[in-house]
């Protein structure tokens, strides 16, 4: 039996932030209908149950935050996707993300970047409810220490997020806060260090792989956490807190973090095909992924990010700043003169993840090619519906399905996977320490891989096979290898956005214009490529390297809760 997040009746009666409070009678005595009291879940095993597994999932709180589905972790599959916060894309219809690209983020304005404080600790406090309850439920020893390893796991989730996001974080501990607490405590508004939450979350992801199995089967339903997710985020969270703007860790522990998850033996490079991974459930790359029914709505993505002339919306589209780093399939950089890059036939011969990942002109689809050109391109303003054109002359690729209906397709699409860790980022994880660490090509203690076969594992997966990097590179050479290859294995899975931060690279690459392409068929069936800007005012400010917190919570804290610096 598959876990499967849609948002049933149950979790609509739990979402609250008091959803396990007893409620006390008042002079109405009016029974609520959308929370289901501690006694009721304390009582049926069966519906604790389900209160940990509805944990994976959160509270809609903004527009657009999906469409029928609730949000799970981050913003995977809802419309305009965290890449387009970043050098990778844009929203073609702003949805509150162009103010953010303008740097114009504010603490009274974080547009679509306004929900993360507010879903982590109401998240966090609601796994904290379900762990004080656990030792009241009647199951197994057993199938209690899974459980536990499951909210830990799911908790150090949550303030990932919060840490990555904002820095400093206020650490709850297994404290459940109600209302009637004082919310003048200063205590429940103090933040720790970087390193004082990193160490935490770690710590509770080592107590939550000592609890978890190692795989989803028999009564573990498939899509829960696993020994491989609580030790994949650690890989994450160790490599970030070894990262220039973190400096709270040490390279030496993200090495070993991402090598226990190698050493588990159990994951690999799928044989399937780059673009197949993002359209299948449980692949041997998988390592923890939200699934999806057949029987719930949920962002329709080929409509969503469509080229115009089929009838999509032209969504998340693609940058050339993007589309530029992809080498060309010989491993040079276009911009190397030896590469055999032409710029009159600009998409030819490239990396095979460009064409996994980017629509373009010319570029087979469905029925037919891609026609973003001008005059008279299908998939340009000269098309049908031309308010849906992009902006950038590119199309979102990855993660499509060719199978689901574009047009009408209310119900009977966006039932991909999202795929929050897979063992590609596990080995980037690893290649980047241990360069940092050891340099290119030790093998580091406990290993049998270096930083360089590390990287050559994911350029030689089938279907793309692009050239091995070659033993002799510089520590340098291979720091920035490895970043590139970050950014196109990786791209739009919310990756970037953080990487660019952690390595404080993003007052270049942020600053750098969100550029775009004009494509121009000339009289002789050649095309033009015009260099344009597809979204001015780009801008990135030294206190954008954290988010602010939301001055709602500065407010609501009685201005005890300190902003982040530069608010």
């Avoid at 989730?157 to 200063?186: A, C, E, H, M, S």
């Avoid at 720790?192 to 080592?206: C, N, P, R, T, W």
């Avoid at 692949?283 to 080229?307: C, Q």
């Avoid at 990942?357 to 519906?385: C, H, M, Q």
Wanted: overall charge neutral.
């Amino acid at each position: 039996m598959k876990l499967q997040y849609k948002t049933p009746l149950l979790f609509l009666m739990m979402g609250g932030m008091l959803s396990i409070t007893a409620c006390k009678k008042n002079l109405l005595d009016v029974t609520p209908t959308d929370r289901i009291a501690s006694s009721a879940i304390a009582s049926d095993t069966a519906v604790f149950e389900a209160y940990v597994t509805n944990r994976y999932i959160g509270a809609k709180l903004q527009d657009k935050e999906g469409d029928g589905s609730n949000p799970g972790f981050g913003r995977g599959f809802e419309y305009s996707m965290w890449s387009s916060l970043t050098d990778e894309s844009i929203y073609n219809n702003d949805d509150a993300t162009w103010l953010i690209q303008r740097g114009q983020l504010a603490p009274e304005n974080l547009g679509g970047a306004g929900v993360l404080w507010g879903r982590s600790y109401r998240s966090i406090r609601e796994c904290n409810s379900a762990l004080a309850l656990l030792p009241t439920i009647n199951m197994s020893a057993a199938h209690k220490t899974r459980i536990e390893g499951e909210l830990k796991f799911i908790r150090a989730f949550r303030y990932q997020d919060l840490i990555r996001n904002y820095g400093k974080v206020v650490l709850i501990g297994d404290k459940v806060t109600n209302l009637n607490d004082n919310l003048q405590d200063p205590a429940l508004f103090k933040r720790a260090s970087i390193k004082e939450g990193i160490d935490y979350a770690v710590a509770q992801l080592d107590d939550a792989a000592s609890k978890l199995p190692l795989n989803n089967d028999g009564t573990w339903l498939l899509g829960r956490a696993t020994k491989g997710a609580a030790l994949a985020l650690k890989s994450r969270l160790t490599l970030y807190a070894a990262s220039p703007l973190y400096a709270a860790g040490s390279w030496t522990d993200a090495v070993a973090a991402a090598q226990a998850v190698i050493s588990l033996n159990k994951y690999g490079i799928y044989a399937g095909g780059y673009g197949n991974l993002f359209l299948v459930n449980e692949t041997n790359e998988t390592i923890f992924e939200r699934l999806y029914t057949k029987n719930a709505n949920h962002t329709h993505l080929e409509i969503a990010n469509g080229p115009n002339g089929y009838g999509g919306w032209a969504g998340n589209s693609p940058l050339q700043n993007l589309v530029d780093d992809y080498e060309m399939d010989n491993g040079k950089a276009i911009t190397d003169p030896t590469s055999g890059y032409d710029p009159t036939h600009p998409y030819d011969h490239r990396d095979p993840r460009f064409a996994a990942t980017v629509l373009y002109n010319g570029a087979p689809y469905r029925e037919r090619s891609i026609e973003s050109f001008i005059p008279g391109g299908k998939d340009s303003k000269d098309g049908d519906s031309n308010w849906n054109t992009t902006k950038t002359g590119y199309y979102l690729k990855k993660f499509m399905n060719d199978a689901y209906p574009l047009q009408n397709p209310w119900g009977n699409a966006g039932f991909q996977p999202w795929i929050y860790f897979r063992y590609a980022e596990v080995l980037l994880n690893f290649a980047e320490a241990a360069n940092e660490a050891y340099g290119p090509d030790v093998i580091p203690a406990g290993s049998s891989l270096s930083a360089r076969t590390a990287i050559n594992q994911i350029r030689s997966r089938p279907g793309v096979n692009m050239p091995a990097l070659a033993a002799g590179m510089s520590k340098t050479d291979m720091t920035n290898a490895i970043r590139n290859e970050r950014r196109v294995e990786l791209a739009f899975e919310e990756h970037r956005f953080y990487d660019v931060r952690r390595w404080k690279i993003a007052d270049v690459t942020e600053n750098k214009p969100a550029a775009g392409v004009i494509i121009t068929k000339n009289a002789n069936g050649t095309f033009t490529y015009t260099p344009k800007v597809a979204l001015d005012g780009r801008s990135f400010k030294p206190q954008h390297y954290w988010l602010p917190i939301p001055r709602s919570e500065i407010q609501a804290s009685g201005n005890l809760l300190e902003q982040n610096p530069g608010y």
